[in-house]
């Protein structure tokens, strides 16, 4: 299993979905997974689908920068840091973000699933 692959791949996953079909995140997450938003700490898949589905736009378009990982503990686990650009639908600029995207766990079928997950927009 390559790392970068993998994270690559999970990421491509996540942004096309979170642009396309927001509630579709939920098998992404499981019951202990944490979100902290803009400083907002939310816990629990359904929750955590709640807050990204409830933001105040119904469109966006994720352009992806960078993509870092790490392999992360004994169980298989990886760190992986995004950072790119957000286009909102109607605005002319679009706005910066970093996203100590996932720390990934495998499960036990061979996927991966975000077990913590950081965004923050970089306001410059």
Known sequence: MDPDAVAKAFVDHYYSMFDSNRAGLA?????????TFEGQKIQGSQNIVAKLTSLPFQQCQHSITTVDCQPSGPAGGMLVF???NLQLA????????????????????????????IFRLNYA
């Open 27 to 35: 098998s992404l997450y499981e019951d202990g997974s944490m979100l």
């Open 82 to 84: 995004v950072s790119g």
């Open 90 to 117: 109607g605005e002319q600029h679009a706005l910066k973000f970093s996203q100590v995207m996932f720390h990934l766990m495998p499960t036990p079928t061979g996927s991966f699933y975000v077990f913590n997950d």
